[in-house]
């Protein structure tokens, strides 16, 4: 299985700024997209090289024009894309290293110098792990124990906004209009293929609502065709070049995604049945005779290690 396709899937969407607005709109606090003239977002992403760990990043930079207290100023959505099966709990320490090598990038490339000054920021971490995120979201709270008061004035700030896919309800995404939602509900649908198929139901229509239906259509259509693969579905999925006009055939590809699974789950089901039937074999034969590991893997099938670990279980 694919652990790298959301990587691969969202960078793609947000190289479009049509997401990158709805993300702001849809996801940030709505004080902070009102400020935003989105007619002006800009996009700065490349490949950068960390000098401390020696590791490339490709996050998502976008910069937007931002109306404040009668002030036009530029500012940077630093937007970091962290796919991960488990929460990052460092996360504030990396994305000050990353944000530091970013200032760094703007000043070597002349984009500006200390005398302009450095370009304000807003980190978004966008997570959609299975278990919720609950690492700290500054990096003083980092620091422990907390500095007497006459030191904290020196202690490192650095606050990123996390938007935690997996704590969005169905409702409560079918409440945002956007394309974006309806990625998010797909994702969260996973393999429950019942929500799956509300979920796509729901961004088929979202996409023939677009003003760029063509467009949005072949963008969700990729990262569809590669959502699917991830979940090794095994089936074919060469034919589906649109998700509006081939939408019966998904549908059918999907009941087809749920014949997979259920066998795939007898037969785990099955061989789980079968290794549990020869662990208790191999305790039974501990318990009550005076066979040694090597004799006892070779009737039961387990690997000597396991055998020794169930005898040391049972010593204890």
């Known amino acids: 299985m694919n652990h790298n396709h959301h990587d691969t899937g969202y960078k793609e969407l947000f190289s479009h700024p049509e997401f990158v607005q709805q993300l702001i709109e849809g996801f940030a606090p709505p004080e902070i997209a009102e400020l935003m003239d989105f007619s002006t977002l800009e996009n700065h992403s490349g490949n950068y ?16 024009q931002v109306s404040w207290k009668g002030l036009r100023l530029r ?26 090598c970013f200032y760094d990038h703007l000043l070597k490339s002349k984009k500006t110098n200390l005398k302009r000054g450095l370009p304000p920021v807003l980190p978004i971490v966008l997570y ?30 650095l606050r990123y906004y996390l938007i935690d896919e997996g ?16 990625v998010f509900g797909i994702e969260n649908a996973a393999a429950d293929i019942d929500a799956l198929q509300r979920a796509v139901d729901r961004i088929v229509a979202l996409i023939q609502a677009d003003p760029n239906k063509q467009r949005m259509d072949e963008i969700l259509t990729r990262w569809i065709k590669r959502h699917l693969h991830y979940l090794d579905a095994q089936i074919n999925l060469d034919q589906l070049n649109s998700l509006t006009e081939n939408k019966d055939m998904l549908a059918e590809n999907l009941e087809t995604l749920r014949e997979n699974l259920l066998n795939k789950g007898r037969m ?18 501990i318990a009550r005779t005076d066979m040694n590991d090597q004799t006892i893997a070779e009737i039961t099938g387990l690997p000597v290690t396991e055998v020794a670990r169930l005898r040391s279980e049972a010593l204890h």
């Not at 000098?51 to 998502?60: G, I, V």
């Open 49 to 64: 090289v960390t000098p401390l760990f020696q590791e490339k990043f490709e996050d998502r930079v976008w910069s937007v």
């Open 75 to 100: 500012v940077f959505l630093y937007l970091l894309l962290e796919f991960q099966s488990t929460v990052i709990y460092p996360m504030a320490l990396r994305l000050m290293h990353y944000l530091v």
């Open 128 to 157: 959609n792990g299975s278990k919720r995120w609950n690492a700290k979201e500054d990096i003083y709270q980092l620091i422990r124990p907390e500095p007497p008061q006459f030191l904290r004035v020196y202690q490192p700030h």
């Open 167 to 182: 704590r969005y309800t169905e409702e409560e995404l079918a409440q945002r209009q956007s394309l974006l939602s309806g």
């Open 268 to 285: 785990e089901g099955e061989q789980f049945g079968a290794e549990k039937s020869k662990r208790e074999t191999a305790h039974n034969l």
